[in-house]
């Protein structure tokens, strides 16, 4: 197309492109959720009368094995009705016999998402912390497996901050939940005698993890952030921008306890930073200092006296295994032998 064309086209073809193409892919998320949640709902109903009719003509499962072969030879070009397949829909009709995870609707996660947290988790309360932060921040699949393995519920909101004392109600309770503590670097390779810039430079050349250990919404700016303060010159060890709380995030790396003084030394760079670079939309800078321990009393004391909003929490380079969740699920081993003694062999089935 010739610039002299597109100049005689209506003024508002641009916004009213931009406008379809809004309202297009709007449309084509509702029709992929549609989607899922059919899925979700004939899937249930499967696994429901598979129930029922266990229980009342006492079904094995060989029932279940030929089943599964008869629907995969009905609907060949549909995955999905493999016999452990089946066997995960009978536990969800089981586990949650009214579609719901807790108050969370199961139709909003992916079919995978639920079985992760009917088999990685059988604490009702803890399926439903992590089935509504998986829908609240959209979180694939190996990020849902992941945040159960490290605990996430356990972390999340756990920093010391002085948030809702220097914050807007709002806002504190967001800010506060962006935050963990202790945060995992185990990925960085280091030992615990590694120094600050050690860790600082390796949480760079792995930023891709850091980002993901610090959360959804974080983007990175810049290490060694340079600020100039009356002819002086000082440096931010991290920075970053949030783009849900809409400010930035200074992050400063400690490579022992926690003292009072990295307070006060956060709390000037917040100010500087808040006069030189936050736009005039922005939300006040928060800070995040990053100590091998604390003690929590003395960050409580020490944030107490300090007006930027500020937040303490650990952070381990190399941990132990992590205590192992309840998993006390049956496994499909235990599923099959609970529906009939005469098993058939469904080990090589794929999910």
């Given amino acids: 197309m010739t610039d002299d064309r597109r100049l ?66 009905a609907f060949p070009e549909m995955r999905g009705f493999s016999t452990r397949n089946l066997k995960y829909m009978r536990v969800f009709a089981q586990e949650c016999p009214d579609l719901r995870i807790g108050q969370q609707s199961a139709a909003q996660l992916p079919w995978f998402h639920i079985v992760t947290l009917l088999t990685k988790l059988t604490d009702p309360s803890l399926r439903e912390w992590y089935a509504r932060a998986a829908v609240e921040g959209s979180w694939p699949r190996e990020t849902l497996e992941r945040n159960i393995g490290n605990q996430l ?43 600050e810039r050690d860790i600082e430079g390796a949480l760079v050349r792995h930023v891709t993890r850091f980002l993901l250990e610090l959360g959804a919404g974080f983007a990175f700016v810049g290490r060694q ?49 808040d006069a030189q670079v936050k736009a005039p939309d922005d939300k006040p800078t928060i800070g995040l200092l990053l100590c091998r321990t604390k003690n929590r009393l003395v960050a409580e004391y020490a944030l107490s006296g300090i007006d930027k909003p500020i937040g ?35 080990e090589g089935d794929e999910p």
């Fill in 312 to 346: 303490v929490a650990e952070y381990e380079l190399v941990r132990s295994l992590p205590s192992p969740l309840d998993t006390s699920l049956p496994s499909i081993e235990e599923i099959e032998a609970e529906l009939s003694r005469d098993l058939g062999d469904a």
């Fill in 153 to 195: 519920h356990r972390r999340q909101g756990a920093a010391v901050t002085n948030f809702e004392r220097v914050l807007p109600p709002a806002e504190a309770g967001l800010a506060r939940a962006v935050l963990k503590d202790p945060y995992h670097f185990d990925f960085l390779g280091l030992g615990d005698e590694a120094q």
């Fill in 225 to 273: 952030f340079r600020l100039e303060v009356g002819g002086e010159e000082f440096f931010i060890d991290l920075l970053f921008y949030h783009v849900r709380l809409k400010c930035y995030v200074v992050v400063e790396l400690k490579a022992h306890a926690f003292k009072p003084e990295h307070a006060g030394q956060l709390n000037f760079y917040l100010s500087a930073l």
């Fill in 8 to 73: 005689a086209f209506p003024p508002d073809y641009d916004e009213w492109l931009r406008d379809l193409k809004r309202r297009i892919e709007g449309a084509r998320q509702r029709a992929a959720l549609a989607a899922n949640q059919e899925q979700i709902g004939i899937y249930h109903q499967i696994g429901s009368e598979i129930v029922e009719r266990q229980r009342a003509q006492a079904w094995g499962a060989r029932v279940i094995d030929r089943l599964s072969a008869d629907l995969r030879a």
